[in-house]
């Protein structure tokens, strides 16, 4: 099964990476903390049942919008920056400011390293992706999603 | 977005590449939001929310070095969150040894803090808007501030506009001198996207009510009904902690970055309902969605059952009246319990500023013989740390439950069980 979304282009770039999915917002703080001293970053959320424990790094993660603290942005340009980011951030609805500030500030400042992100992917997209399903995102901001 | 040549000049690199690559970051993450323009940063005084020197955090100490490195400061002086360690607090040795390597980087961090504008030695807290510490800004002021319960009570209670900045964009806007008018800014922004109708038979906990909230509108703005019963209309220093402990739980549970209280908050007072939007959606809270609420809080602990061996309060950082409130309360629980001191190590945290006040008071030697101890840390960020995760912790916090493995019990619960015979 394949299906097809289009978003907007928040950081340009091309990924292809497997879905990790949350439904409710991505608290990332609160999931990204323990990143650097975990060999590859995984979510220590507790309130976050959809991905508790799941790996994140190079993920394609999927989610609302993020939540909580300010250190958000800060710790997303962090991740990339030290390659232990998602492979990149796919938004069913409008990206938060924090989201926003850790999208933009990868995509001026490093000049490698890359975290596409897509927002305004719609309701449907979150409600159809599932963990494990194979996501290629497009410069243009396409995200194609394929399930075995 | 239309920028002034002012403006202009700096993106097309008239005072350096960094400097353009600051405002590029702004252009865009303005754009993003649909900014058309760049306002003046009208407050006195910024805030940043790094105020650790985690060893990780390399690449952005070396992001904060290219500025120092190219003149690219901060046009105001900033408050900033508190720092992370205190020798003081109960830990064990190892502990101790492992914060020396996780914020290895501490000194240095501050030393570029210097560099680029902190106010002064005593500015890292969390509370940086309380009367101790001075930096409390005017209705309508823009300010370029992170921390989300800054942000939120800046907004609310003080009536300043500020958006959710992440932190180094917060940074940026200090230095270029403005920031993109978006969200928050905006007299729209600051419209009601829900109406909370309280319904309860008594004062809700703060931290308990601010989380339901934050849960259910994630980053809208609430219109809350019924609060006003129990805080009065008046912001009295009372309804001001109140809402600062109540708004840390919308922006740590949620993504709230602004909240009007019906005829207790500057805008509602003066503008009641005309501030909620149309469309605005109802949330109910009575005492069953708190006991909800607060029933759903995991415990991670390896041993549910555990014997809580530290508890912290303070997150955000206490009043002065806080302090003294609960050194009478823990007083009268030691007494009525038999006790002279707390029985499980309990930390109190606020900043420093505030512990100034509190140690020229009859309280503070009044605190101490009971045992509890008192530090200018930020207990978040001294828990982030690999040791500390699944220890017995226990916090009233709703901030510092979310963001570690500290379990929530309500104040009430928690005088019980550090002074009484409560689990």
């Known amino acids: ?148 | 977005m239309i920028l002034t040549a002012e403006q202009q000049s700096l993106l097309d690199g008239a005072k350096g590449a960094t400097m353009s690559k600051i405002m590029q970051t702004l252009v865009r993450y303005g754009e993003i939001f649909g900014a058309e323009k760049m306002v003046p940063v009208t407050g006195e005084y910024g805030h940043l929310v790094l105020s650790f020197g985690l060893t990780f955090l390399g690449p952005v100490f070396d992001l904060y070095q290219k500025l120092i490195d190219e003149g690219c400061l901060s046009g105001q002086k900033f408050t900033c969150d508190p720092r992370p360690y205190d020798k003081n607090v109960p830990q064990s040795p190892v502990q101790k040894v492992a914060a020396k390597f996780i914020f290895g980087k501490q000194a240095r961090y501050e030393k570029q803090l210097e560099k680029l504008g902190i106010l002064n030695d005593d500015s890292y807290t969390c509370t940086c808007y309380l009367d101790e510490i001075g930096n409390t800004p005017k209705e309508g002021d823009v300010l370029s501030w992170a921390e989300s319960s800054a942000v939120v009570y800046a907004n609310s209670v003080l009536g300043a506009r500020c958006n959710r900045n992440s932190g180094i964009i917060e940074l940026f806007g200090s230095v270029a001198g403005f920031v993109p008018y978006f969200g928050l800014l905006t007299d729209e922004g600051r419209k009601a996207d829900w109406i909370v109708e309280l319904k309860t038979t008594k004062m809700p906990d703060a931290q308990i009510l601010g989380s339901a909230i934050g849960m259910k509108v994630m980053e809208d703005v609430p219109y809350v009904k019924g609060l006003d019963k129990y805080l009065g209309t008046q912001l009295t220093d009372k309804a001001k902690t109140y809402l600062k402990d109540f708004g840390a739980a919308t922006a740590s549970n949620g993504a709230v970055g602004l909240y009007h209280i019906e005829n207790l908050t500057p805008e509602a007072k003066t503008q009641g309902e005309r501030l909620v939007k149309e469309d605005a959606k109802v949330y109910v809270i009575d005492d069953a969605e708190l006991e909800r609420v607060k029933n759903g809080y995991p415990c991670v602990w390896k041993n549910p059952d555990a014997s809580p061996k530290l508890c912290f309060l303070g997150c955000p950082h206490m009043t002065l009246e806080q302090l003294i409130d609960w050194t009478v309360k823990i007083e009268q629980g030691l007494k009525a319990s038999g006790r002279e001191q707390v029985r499980i190590p309990t930390v109190f945290t606020a900043s420093q500023g505030v512990m100034k006040e509190f140690a020229r008071s009859q309280y503070a030697s009044r605190l101490k013989k009971t045992g509890v101890v008192v530090s200018y840390i930020c207990p978040l960020m001294f828990m982030d740390n690999p040791l500390w995760q699944h220890q017995p912790v226990i916090t009233s916090s709703n901030k510092l439950r979310t963001y570690t493995t500290a379990r929530f019990y309500s104040n009430d619960e928690i005088l019980d069980i550090i002074t009484g015979e409560g689990k």
């Open chain 1, 1 to 148: 099964m394949k299906r097809e979304f289009k978003g907007r282009p928040i950081a340009p770039g091309e990924a292809t990476a497997q879905a990790v999915v949350t439904r409710q917002g991505f608290n990332t703080l609160a999931s990204m903390q323990m990143m650097f001293i975990q060999p590859k970053t995984k979510c220590v959320d507790q309130s976050n049942p959809d991905i508790y424990k799941k790996e994140l790094q190079d993920k394609a993660l999927c989610l609302p919008q993020t939540i909580g603290s300010t250190t958000g942005g800060m710790f997303l340009y962090s991740a990339v920056m030290s390659a232990k980011a998602p492979a990149c951030l796919l938004f069913s609805k409008e990206i938060d400011s924090l989201a926003a500030a850790g999208a933009v500030l990868a995509d001026v400042w490093s000049e490698n390293a890359k975290m596409p992100t897509v927002d305004r992917l719609g309701d449907e997209f979150l409600d159809f992706v599932q963990d494990g399903d194979m996501i290629t995102v497009k410069e243009d901001g396409t995200v194609i999603v394929e399930r075995a």
